[in-house]
């Protein structure tokens, strides 16, 4: 007879976790239950996004000077209401504020430091592709009763979490909290993360695909031009680029590969952002088995000096970014 497997749901998985350290006060366990219920909430409004005229820019732009989408909006404020009373966090920040955002006085303050990304990939919501939300976890460290953008301030290294979500063909979240990365996809049925893909390793050997936007493949240095051409020539790899990151991403952790966003010869910062992109994907890939590197450091080194600031980002299989990493300095 099939052996049934059992179901286990996030909350049950995170109070499982938490019991592995004698010490933990439960928080830690909150907060990620917090951001699992902010995941449903704007799941739910992902899913019926082509039902309702929620689409086109409000008419404002956001930091970056891009249109700010409907559902931009929307996620961000889920993200900030489900944080902003619990008690569990010193300050937050996010792609759609320019400075780090603080706690109400009305609401007591926390140790965590939660930064994200709201929603990933939002020029893919009109034409109902994959997109995502992003997190990443610090604990605070300035010694005041809240948070300050100092705390904001860290390197990726000092990551005590992070994780993402996927609004895809189904709803995922995926986290690290440094004891490996697991998987846990929505059952619609019953509102729950289901744990679906525990201690997530990157396939050994990975698949060859690279993932870059390769129309800007003019305004590149020579090493990522030659970088680019040998993957595809000699290297045999094949090519897959949705425009999400967090999709991307998701691909590149399952079958292995290599992400790129390279800087450009008149944008040698690159596009995506360090706090809450780059960063938490290098962790959660790292944690993997995999890598992520700026080209010429680890992503997760680099000391940020502002909230919105870009970083170039070779990411994946380890074999892979390392082989980046060397073409590049052949070409310096
Ligand atoms: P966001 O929607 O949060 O601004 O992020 C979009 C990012 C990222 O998801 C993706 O990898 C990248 O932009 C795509 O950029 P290009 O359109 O330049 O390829
Ligand atoms: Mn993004
Ligand atoms: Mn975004």
Known sequence: MKQESHVVT?????????????????????????????AKVIGREVNKAGLVDIFGAVGEENVHGEDQQKLDVFANQVMYRALDHTGLVACLASEESEEFIRIPDKFPAGDYVVIYDPLDGSSNIDVNVSIGTIFSIHRKRTTGERGTLEDCLQPGSEQVAAGYVLYGSSTML????????????????????????????????PKKVYSVNEAYFTRWSRGQQRLVSHLKNEGGFGSRYIGSMVADIHRTLLQGGLFMYPSEVAKPEGKLR????????????????????????????????????????YAGSREFVDMAEEMLAQDA
């Open 10 to 38: 996030i909350s049950r998985f995170l109070i499982e976790e938490e019991r592995k350290f004698p010490d933990a006060t439960g928080a830690f366990t909150n907060l990620l239950s917090d951001i699992a219920l902010a």
């Open 174 to 205: 995926v986290y690290t909290a440094g004891t490996g990365v697991h998987g846990f996809t929505l059952d619609p049925s019953i509102g729950e993360f289901i744990l679906s893909h525990p201690n997530m390793r990157m396939p050994e050997p």
């Open 274 to 313: 360090l706090l809450y992109e780059a960063a938490p994907m290098a962790f959660i890939l790292e944690q993997a088995g995999g890598r992520a590197s700026t080209g010429t450091q680890e992503v997760r080194d680099i000391v940020p000096t502002s909230l919105h600031q870009r970083v170039p980002i």
